[in-house]
């Protein structure tokens, strides 16, 4: 089931996360404003389309003076709300203003090219209620960080205007009093009822009866509004300042209050104080806070929860250069081997969190993510949403912005200069460096694409989650114009070259071992790739094929570990020993939701370049899903106005040379950055036919063809 074929029916709250990966792990990145379509679309066409040249027809051709950033779409999908009087639902001046302005949830693409807005679930035409809501508080939240940096931005009036109204609708879903103070209701129908317990039933149910992501996004956007509002109107800051210390008393009473305390995951202490065990979550608010803390910074309450939450964020990364996650920043405190994009804004909110609290020793988790992580990421195809743990998820707005945000953030704050070198190249996703090939935002009209399938098809919807995170990005390139510049200059992907995927099941089995097709591919952690497994007793063995490669690449198998232990199965190719892995030892099972571990374990030694297969030998019951292939040097190749350039990363533990072509008339201009994204060297060499490219252990190098 692909993100796109059915409208997701919740906004993808945490405790719902194994519920919603039982068929795919795009169930649950998905939600409010994202790229699902409809189960049962109520307008529309909600799928996917082959052919994407009409969704946004014109690449970004003005010049990079011109801003990007238009908000006439997001603007379309705002829409007058009414405010009843309900108990414990108030906002500022209701009396006076009994409306307010909220974002509908999805937009569905019409045969005439306009756009009809769209509520969650299925309409009720007798009570016009949809069977989720219109407008719900997690796009509210970001709907009004958007207007907020851009009012700052601008000066904009208008802008102004409607980030007041947001904030005013989102404060209204806010519970004010009662047991669920500080909590919000999620859902909210065209006529402004309340819907507390949507259909299907989500979880928290009712929605403001436990902290959630939208209890998180609201923290985002009350900090973001009371910096924005502190000069200008200090009357409704004040307000956005008791709404946001009523949310930080409600997240104080649940996980906030668990500070120091550790749960354990497959015999791993992971923070038991992340909001809704998410660093994603948590990422979110930690946005919010840190621009709070930066407007007021003796706010001791504020300062403390900021802290408490990017180091529970910081406390996830996981992984190095040669072992995965390669250094990213995991999102769910119950698996270790499921990471996304949807929600993966922790490296941009320790950056910005370290600054703001001066905490320099929080930003080692945000470089790891941006300079070790993301690379890797780029070269296996691009932002993928999710790695699970293989990549071959759908990639859409949110991803892309995430990994926008957070290379410009930890580049900021870190003094990393060749992140921007990323940002850039990510950025371009937008304007055509995609699986699709044409642009996924169209400045004309401020309408971008709801995501793109492994296969290039793209989702030619525009809803409010996929048009606000593509406006982050928009609004964050137009405040820094030489990277505007660098990634208008890109348009197309000729090429990536990183991880793959070498299924166990397409091996050899010798001895009594066989395949294994569960009914779900769903682990209750992560995915099994391919939906099977091979299963190998003591003294079976699997022999897995492989390409040939100008390189050699590490290995990494991946295991179903079992808790306890089971031996080991000892790897080889033809030429080589590789190493060995645990059957088994995974660990006290703790708050996962399925004993064992599904995990790319690394081996010793790399495959050498020329071997065609590799032998696992196993001495106890061994489970092995896949293998994970890595090139000691992965590339990205893009091309556009600006010419052809390609990124070299490494996963090797030296210093790597490699020897490229350059036509007549170029010459070869490289810069090299270390693992922390610093410049190692620059480079400018003239050479007619053939140039060498040097890429720093566990660093990057950005090699571009110049014309002399």
């Known amino acids: 089931m692909t993100y796109n074929a059915v409208r997701s029916q919740s906004p993808r709250p945490r405790s719902l996360k194994a519920v919603a990966l039982t068929a795919a792990v795009s169930l649950l990145l998905l939600g409010a404003g994202s790229a699902a379509a409809a189960a049962a679309p109520p307008s529309g066409e909600a799928g996917a389309s082959g052919a994407p040249a009409e969704v946004v027809a014109t690449r970004p051709a003005a010049a990079a003076s011109a801003p990007l950033t238009n908000l006439s779409h997001l603007t379309f999908l705002l829409d007058t709300v009414p405010l009843a009087t309900v108990e414990g639902h108030t906002t500022y001046e209701i009396d006076a203003q009994p409306t307010a302005q909220a974002p509908w949830t999805y937009a569905d693409k019409q045969a005439d090219g306009s756009y009809g807005r769209v509520g ?52 209204y879903l806010q519970t004010t009093t009662g047991p669920n103070a500080g909590n919000v209701v999620l859902w909210q129908q065209p006529d402004g009822t309340l819907t507390p317990s949507a259909s299907p039933v989500e979880l928290p149910d009712p929605s403001d009866s436990a902290e959630s992501y939208w209890v998180a996004r609201t923290v985002w956007a009350l900090g973001e509004g009371f910096a924005a509002f502190q000069a200008a109107d200090p009357d409704f800051a004040a307000f956005l300042q008791d709404r946001l210390h009523l949310s930080l ?15 354990v995951a497959d015999g791993v202490n992971v923070p038991a104080w992340l909001i809704a065990g998410g660093a994603d979550a948590s990422a979110e608010a930690a946005l919010g806070l840190a621009a709070y803390v930066t407007a007021v910074p003796d706010d001791d309450t504020a300062r403390t929860a900021l802290t ?90 949110y991803g892309v912005d995430s990994r926008v ?110 395949v294994v097709t569960p ?15 091979v299963a190998l007793g003591a003294g079976d ?43 088994g030892g995974a660990g006290a099972q703790g708050i996962t939701d399925a004993p064992g571990r599904l995990f790319p374990l690394t081996l010793e030694l790399a495959l050498p370049g020329a071997d065609t297969a590799v032998v696992g030998m196993a001495d106890g019951a061994a489970s092995v899903d896949a293998l994970l292939i890595q090139p000691l040097i992965s590339t990205i190749t893009v091309t556009g106005s600006a010419g052809e350039s390609t990124v070299y990363v490494s996963a090797a533990t ?55």
Do not use: C
Not at 481 to 486: A, D, N, Q, T
């Open 120 to 171: 969650g679930g299925s309409l009720d035409p007798s009570t016009g209620h949809w069977s989720q809501g219109a407008y719900n508080a997690d796009d509210i939240a970001r709907t009004a960080v958007v207007y907020l940096r851009h009012w700052q931005q601008t000066g904009d009036e208008t802008s102004r205007e409607h980030a007041v109204q947001t904030l005013r609708s989102l404060t």
């Open 249 to 263: 008393d409600s997240l104080e009473r649940q996980s906030l209050g668990k500070y120091g305390t550790f749960d």
């Open 308 to 397: 408490r939450l990017t180091e529970g964020v910081a406390g996830m990364s996981s992984g190095s250069a040669t072992e995965w996650p390669f250094g990213a920043i995991m999102p769910w405190n119950k698996s270790q081997t499921l990471w996304h994009a949807w929600g993966g804004l922790a490296p941009a909110a320790i950056a910005t969190a370290s600054t703001a609290l001066g905490r320099t020793d929080l930003l080692g988790a945000a470089v790891q993510d941006a300079a070790r992580f993301t690379p890797q990421l780029l070269a296996a195809g691009g932002p993928d949403n999710a790695w699970s743990p293989t990549p071959g998820e759908a990639q859409i707005a």
């Open 405 to 514: 945000q957070g290379l410009v953030a930890t580049a900021a704050a870190a003094n990393a200069p060749g992140l921007l070198d990323l940002a850039a190249v990510t950025a371009a996703w937008f304007f055509g460096a995609n699986p699709n090939g044409a642009p996924a935002y169209n400045p004309a009209t401020g309408t971008a694409i709801d995501g793109i399938e492994t296969d290039g098809r793209i989702n030619p919807n525009s809803g409010a989650e996929s048009t606000i995170h593509t406006l982050m990005t928009m609004l964050t390139l137009d405040a820094n114009p030489s990277l505007k510049v660098e990634a208008l200059g890109i348009d197309e992907t000729v090429s990536t070259v990183g991880l793959s995927v070498v299924e166990a099941e397409s091996g050899t089995i010798t001895g009594g071992g066989s």
């Open 519 to 533: 009914p779900s591919s769903w682990t209750g952690e992560a995915n099994l790739s391919g939906g099977a497994y």
């Open 541 to 583: 063995s699997l022999s897995i094929p492989v390409s040939a490669a100008d390189q050699a690449r590490n290995v990494f198998p991946i295991v179903n570990q079992a808790e306890a232990d089971s031996g080991a199965t000892t790897w080889a190719s033809a030429t080589s020993m590789l190493g060995s892995t645990s059957n």
């Open 654 to 708: 030296e210093t790597s040379v490699r020897t490229v072509g350059v036509p007549r008339g170029y010459r070869l201009a490289q810069e090299a950055f270390d693992a922390t994204g610093q410049l190692v060297a620059s480079v400018d060499k003239k050479a007619p036919k053939k140039g060498t490219v040097t890429v720093a252990a566990g660093g990057f190098t950005v090699a571009k063809l110049v014309r002399k």
